[in-house]
């Protein structure tokens, strides 16, 4: 049995489960080069077929993320919105023409990038795209597609599942028991409050992209002091002790916000808006910080509430964009309220496309496949990498085998150089854990402002990750747990602080990356080698982009290689170091 799962808007993607088995995850923006690209994924569903061999008329099932139908609250609030708002009526009308026609081009929003049409016609797509197409099409809730992935990563058979999110078809918030393979829903949030939306209002008041620089404001926000918390749960944010919440939308207008307009009374209360080009004020830190702050408590007081009332469901399973909040993860682990937590690579809308192939199985009695490897996407031949170099009129650097490879990185990486590193299967989901990463010496403080420099191009206040060994992760991070897919914040031991300077945040934390060898063998043999050869077992990651989604094949490895001030590049058995680099441009 093949079941193609879909997300086709927000972020889109694909995956393809054949016989019980994931065979292949990726998304759009990865092909497209688009970034948060929400087009139908036509793309990401050819790369599933090809990296399973299969065609679309092999295809039993297309399970899709979103019942298109059950929208009612949502048709409700936006009426309500735009009679009461003219600038909102102005914003819901650009959004509502561009989810029923859909926004192709590289300048429309992400979230405008599908349409909304598209959920009633899947299968006349797909026939058109890749021609017979047989299978059933089966909608499913688009928190529980968000549910089910986070809790097969785990398969505990009693805990606590929340996804929070922008919004579904009708509900933002949805926070689930999980009881021997029963589900009991315990609070169920309504749209238009919404703790995605609340943060991502103020992302774009911080002058930063919306439902794109979330994370550029989470790395601001230990800048400052979270003064105004207490006055945005006042004001903005109300929340009650059993954890329902509500939104003033009179402050936090979404739908204003998307155009950059913002009510003159939320300036008043909180300050001035920052202009994108300019330097964050003390009192824009304040606000990032404070934000944050309010954002965490509300997630504390609902899971608070659930686990007093739920003392056995000590496990936590995070999913929806909001689980993409690293900084909250780490702080109600931290808080003592659960043993375990997990989030899964891809806990935003891409990942729903794996949590509706798991509803659709799980509707027809079948067990669900193993989901816990990120490395889902494509790999590469040495052939196929020969071939690239060839097609860009590029010499061949050297070939080396794996030993070979660990060595050159390792001493590449401890003579205070850079690693690009491009091994494998593509990950599936916008962090980079070892597949396709930028690496570097996490003991050198100054290697931070090089990779911001020339290399990244990024704002300096936002903070490198280190990725480690499961087995030396807890001699450097406080943290009880493994976490594998990079979305668990942790502090840095105070004696490790000075050993790993590059990948310690201001606030002494770190976005924790734990490598098995069972996940990744090669990426642990090279952690473990640098740390025989350094005394530190930890590497400062990040993605192998260049504002640019994070390289998917060959060429846009050698590509990004080129103009970056890259020392090394690892792709596949070749190695390509500065003396190709100055043979290569002489040779062009």
């Known amino acids: 049995m093949i079941v193609l799962g879909l997300a086709t808007m927000g972020t889109s993607a694909a ?45 039993d099932a297309v399970a899709v993320y979103w019942r298109p139908w059950a929208v009612g609250t949502r048709i409700r609030g936006t009426l309500g919105r735009a009679l009461g708002s003219p600038a909102a009526f102005a914003s819901m009308a650009t959004r509502t023409r561009a989810s029923l026609l859909g926004g192709r081009d590289r300048d429309a929003r992400p979230e405008e990038g599908g349409s909304w049409a598209d959920l009633f016609r899947i299968r006349r797509i797909l026939a058109a795209a890749f021609g017979q197409c047989r299978a059933e099409v089966a909608h499913y809730d688009h928190h529980l597609t968000h549910q089910l992935y986070a809790e097969a990563l785990r398969g505990w058979p009693t805990c ?66 979270p003064r105004l918390r207490d006055l945005l749960l006042e004001r903005v944010l109300r929340v009650g002790p059993d954890g329902a919440y509500a939104i003033d939308p009179a402050l936090c207008d979404y739908h204003r916000a998307l155009r950059g307009d913002f009510p003159p009374a939320l300036a008043a209360l909180v300050g001035p808006p920052r202009r994108p080009d300019e330097e964050p ?21 609902l899971l608070a509430w659930a686990r007093a009332a739920h003392p056995d469901a000590t496990r936590l399973a995070l999913s929806g964009g909001c689980a993409l909040n690293v900084t909250a993860n780490g702080r109600v682990l931290q808080s003592g309220l659960f043993e375990e937590i997990v989030a899964p690579p891809a806990p935003h809308d891409a990942g729903c496309a794996i949590g509706a192939a798991l509803a659709h199985l799980a509707a027809r009695g079948l067990p669900a496949p193993d989901v816990t490897s990120p490395y889902l996407g494509p790999s590469f031949t ?127 934390t770190a976005r924790v990356h734990t490598v098995t060898a069972e996940a990744n063998p090669l990426y642990h043999r090279l952690i473990t080698a640098f740390g025989a050869r350094t005394g530190v ?15 998917n094949t060959p060429e846009e490895a050698i590509r990004t290689y080129l103009r970056s001030d890259i020392d090394l590049l690892a792709l596949g058995g070749f190695l390509a170091d500065r003396p190709w680099r100055e043979a290569a441009e002489a040779r062009a």
């Not at 759009?28 to 990296?51: H, M, Q, T, V, Y």
């Not at 077992?537 to 390289?551: A, C, R, W, Y």
Request: proline residues 5%.
């Open 281 to 301: 004020t003390e009192g824009h830190l304040v606000l990032a910080a404070s934000v944050q702050a309010a954002f965490e408590t509300a997630q504390r007081r």
């Open 382 to 508: 040495d052939d196929e990498i020969a071939r690239a170099f060839r097609d860009l009129g590029l010499p061949l650097p050297r070939r080396a085998d794996e030993a070979a490879r660990v060595a050159a990185a390792v001493e590449t990486l401890a003579s205070g150089g850079v690693v690009a590193w491009h091994q494998g299967r593509t990950e599936f989901g916008p962090r980079a854990l070892g597949a396709r990463s930028i690496l570097a010496d996490p003991r050198d403080d100054a290697i931070r402002e090089t990779l911001n420099a020339k290399i990244k191009k990024r704002e300096l206040f936002r903070p490198f990750a280190p990725s480690t060994t499961a087995e030396a992760a807890g001699d450097y991070f406080e943290l009880a747990q493994e976490s594998p897919y990079m979305n668990i914040l942790a502090n840095v031991r105070p004696a490790k602080r000075s050993v790993i300077p590059a990948v310690t945040h201001v606030d002494g």
């Open 160 to 225: 606590l599942s929340l996804s929070y999110d922008g919004g579904g078809e009708s509900d933002s918030t949805v926070l689930t028991l999980v009881e021997n393979g029963r589900r009991r829903d315990l609070r169920r949030v309504r749209w238009p409050n919404s703790l995605g939306h609340f943060y991502s209002t103020f992302t774009g008041y911080l002058g930063f992209r919306m439902l794109e620089g979330e994370y550029k404001m989470m790395g601001l926000a230990p800048y400052g002091e």
């Open 15 to 59: 995956c393809l489960v054949r016989d019980g088995v994931l065979v292949a995850a990726i998304e759009e923006e990865r092909l497209s080069r688009i970034k948060n690209d929400g087009a139908f994924p036509l793309r990401a569903i050819a790369e599933c077929l090809r990296i399973a061999g299969a065609a679309m008329a092999e295809v």
């Open 537 to 551: 077992p930890v590497l400062l990651n990040t993605s192998f982009n260049i504002q640019e989604p994070i390289v």
